[in-house]
């Protein structure tokens, strides 16, 4: 087998490499540092190891060691990923564990990730090349062991006058600074420090030269000095729920795609996992039987994703219905047939089962539902009171998990909740109480709603078009203001 030396990029996950996703897929075991996202690890396999050996200036682990470890994997015959901030080859020594791998005999891939020499400063707004500013850049370290790298020719540098990157400056800005100024480098140099570039916690400062000794800076910190740091493009930070956290209570495996949407929104999610999704009591007995039978139907109505999935499971490909008719709940709910390679014939305007239930023809004949054990009655009695004969069959249970207390903790301090079912509201209150409630409460609808107001819960906001992007659109609405300094 292989092992992999992959670039994380600088923190934003959406910056992994294809090729990088590519290989955590295949991992067998993976070896990250503490600047990887930590959500990166779930592109990995549930069965893959994870070993930690992120380490710090004078932290536990030597490099040695790292080196040892991925030899030892990589001859056991295992697929190994060396998960690592940024580029693996940019003073991240890469080359040091290429060396080791090469020496040993062990096969090894390189995969380059996105540079915070570059990806930072490119979320900050700031080009470290612009026409008629800077035609080059240069990247040094500003820490070697306690001192300022003296292999570095800052007078040079100096002199250079284009763009210059500090990695890992930040205890020794005012030494630098003075290094760059002695060499000729007026005080009045633009710079900006970015620290947590690429983050939803991203926080940009700029300053000169002759005053960067003053800024109050802790790491891990981007510096960038030159004319091109007085230039200011902002995109990132500009983002409507910049900087602001917000709780995804969805069951794991649903979470990404609202934690995508918020993402993109500039929002920092939180995932509690509230809810998991289990075979129904029957183990899916009933569900089965009546997908063999599917065609003795004349509609099938579904009110969820899950529900599709468990039902389309059943089968070889979607021939099975034949000229069986399909109805959805909501735009998801389509969208996950469609995925199954089916055409819902019917969605609503109104994403509830009253909306299905409006819009659905009179009967007589037979309707399919498959849904959550415990769902509400709604959909099939009012099927039943248009002339249909309804057979509900279980697909589902909801069954409540049970989040850490450190990660509740940490939902506690965000700045809002986004529901999106009834079970996720008494699940999330089952396990963090009333009191870890953010201020802010967010229902994707307004049965969801009614559940949280149930238990006592202030619904701040419902969306009105009832799907995930309705949700983001409905907290951009209610969070769009800038955040208490």
Not at 154 to 172: K, N
Not at 236 to 247: D, I, M, N, Q, Y
Not at 301 to 316: D, H, I, K, Y
Not at 452 to 466: N, Q, R
């Amino acid at each position: 087998m292989t092992v992999y030396l992959v670039g994380a990029g600088p923190g934003d996950p959406g910056l992994i490499t294809v090729r990088g996703a590519q290989v955590l897929a295949l991992a067998d075991v993976v070896v990250h540092d503490r600047l990887a996202e930590a959500s990166l690890l779930d592109l990995a396999p549930v069965t893959a190891e994870r070993i930690d050996v992120g380490k710090s200036p004078g932290g536990p682990v030597r490099q040695d060691e790292i080196n040892a470890l991925l030899v030892e994997r990589g001859r056991a015959g295992q697929a190994v990923v060396r998960l690592k901030g940024g580029d693996p080859f940019v003073f991240g020594r890469g080359g040091e564990e290429a060396a080791a791998l090469l020496a040993a005999g062990v096969p090894f891939e390189v995969v380059p990730g996105v540079s915070a020499a570059v990806g930072v400063p490119a979320y900050a707004g700031i080009p470290v090349t612009h026409r008629g500013l800077s035609t080059s850049f240069t990247v040094v370290t500003g820490h070697s062991r306690h001192q300022v790298d003296d292999d570095i020719d800052w007078d040079a540098l100096a002199r250079v006058g284009d763009t210059i990157v500090v990695l890992m400056g930040v205890a020794h800005r005012a030494e630098i600074a003075d290094r760059l100024m002695a060499g000729g480098a007026p005080a009045d140099t633009p710079v900006a420090a970015i620290r947590w570039g690429t983050r939803p916690d991203q926080h940009t400062t700029r300053t000169t030269l002759a005053e960067l000794h003053a800024c109050p800076l802790e790491p891990p910190v981007t510096i960038v000095i030159g004319k091109v740091a007085a230039l200011d493009l902002p995109w990132f930070e500009s983002r409507p729920l910049f900087g602001r956290r917000v709780v995804v209570t969805r069951a794991r495996h649903q979470a990404s795609g609202l934690v995508e949407r918020l993402r993109a929104v500039g929002a920092d999610p939180v995932e509690v996992a509230t809810i998991e999704i289990a075979d129904p009591d029957d183990g899916g007995a009933a569900l089965r039987t009546a997908a063999a039978h599917v065609r003795d139907y004349d509609w099938v109505c579904f009110t969820s994703p899950n529900a599709v999935e468990r039902f389309v499971g059943c089968f070889l490909d979607a021939r099975a219905f034949g000229d069986v008719r399909v109805a959805a709940v909501g735009p998801g709910t389509a969208a996950a047939l469609a995925g199954a390679g089916i055409v819902a014939d019917l969605v609503p305007e109104r994403s509830l089962a009253e909306g299905l239930v409006a819009t659905f023809p009179h009967g007589p004949g037979r309707v399919l539902l498959p849904q959550a054990a415990g769902a509400r009655p709604v959909l099939a009695d009012g099927l039943a009171a248009k002339g249909w004969t309804v057979t509900v069959a279980p697909a589902y249970r909801t069954v409540p998990a049970t989040p850490s207390a450190d990660l509740l903790a940490s939902a506690a301090k965000a700045d809002a909740i986004a529901f999106t079912s009834a079970s996720t509201v008494t699940s999330y209150l089952a396990s963090a109480g009333p009191a870890a409630v953010p201020p802010v409460v967010a229902c994707i609808g307004p049965v969801t709603a009614a559940a949280a107001e149930a238990e006592g819960l202030t619904v701040t906001v419902t969306a009105t078009d009832h799907t995930l992007d309705g949700l983001v659109a409905a907290l951009v609405a209610s969070l769009a203001v800038p955040p208490p300094v």
